[in-house]
């Protein structure tokens, strides 16, 4: 697949700005994931990758609104990226179908959930756990497609259990207005007391946003990965006003830095096509 920031069909990667721009922030090998915005006549298609339109020509016709993993090749003198598609064959042709269904099932889930926060008058903060469930039983449909999406994920769980690479949870009642929950949580080999868990979701302002924590049992170390790090300052603040209550946990903010460019396709890419 061949990009262009310029729309010219005739001339891919010219020297566009946002050809540019997607230069600048790329490396080859690193794998994004984008948003198909719009098929047009003859392969082409306006896609969305990390904020940026683009002009593409792809190998394969996709829905509209498909969510397509591609690995960068080049990025001069023209951007060609690979499609990573279930025709790949293998394993990771397997492992993206199932993050493709899971994907699709959380999508649906979350359309509905947001109207639903709404209406109950729940936006705008993180729900508790019994929040959410009792949402869910007021909801059936919203149940029903919650249900959906977590089913999806216990075979990408089961994936990485196998491969002793650790568990995934969907858990959006911790985001809830945000997009594209995903828990990851591994305990360490050397010792069970130690734990990591990163908590990932897609926040409007933000963009992908990583929380990492590192556990034992007296203390819990957090820290916050952005894609778009502007926003650092303000998180910081209101972290800063969020206390544990309990006094006897000891908690320790380590700071809000940058999500490297690697890891804008998601923990699932990262974790599964690494």
């Not at 794998?31 to 006549?41: E, I, M, S």
């Not at 397509?68 to 025709?87: C, H, R, V």
């Not at 497609?145 to 075979?155: E, K, M, Q, R």
């Not at 828990?183 to 007391?193: D, G, I, L, P």
Request: hydrophobic residues 40%; proline residues 5%.
């Amino acid at each position: 697949m061949r990009i262009s920031g310029s729309g010219n069909s005739g001339s891919y990667g010219g020297g566009g700005s946002r050809s540019d721009r997607f230069r600048n922030r790329h490396r080859p090998g690193q794998k994004v994931r984008g948003v198909l915005l719009k098929n047009l006549p003859d392969s082409m298609a306006w896609v969305e990758i990390d904020g940026e339109r683009l002009l593409a020509q792809l190998e394969t016709v996709h829905p509209e609104g498909s969510r397509l993993l591609f690995l960068i090749q080049q990025l001069t003198p023209k951007i060609i990226l690979k499609e990573l598609s279930a025709g790949a064959g293998g394993a990771a042709a397997n492992a993206l179908g199932i993050v493709s269904d899971f994907d699709s099932a959380r999508t649906l889930f979350e359309n509905r959930l947001r109207p639903a926060l709404a209406q109950a008058g729940l936006s705008e903060r993180p729900l508790t756990q019994p929040e959410f469930l009792l949402l869910l039983a007021q909801t059936p449909d919203l149940y029903a497609a919650y249900l959906d999406a977590a089913n999806c994920v216990h075979p990408l769980s089961k994936a990485l259990e196998s491969a002793n690479k650790g568990h995934l949870a969907y858990q959006p009642w911790l985001a809830p207005s945000s997009r594209r929950q995903i828990t990851f949580v591994k305990t360490c080999e050397a010792t069970s007391q130690l734990t990591e868990t990163i908590v990932e979701f897609e926040h409007d302002k933000m963009g992908l946003t990583r929380v990492q924590f590192l556990a034992n049992p007296d203390t819990l170390s957090c820290r916050v990965l952005l894609q778009h790090p502007e926003h650092a300052e303000a998180l910081s603040r209101y972290l800063g006003s969020r206390r544990h209550p309990d006094a006897a946990f000891n908690v320790q903010h380590l700071g809000i830095g940058k999500l490297p460019r690697t890891s804008h396709a998601g923990i699932l890419a990262e974790l599964l096509f690494r």
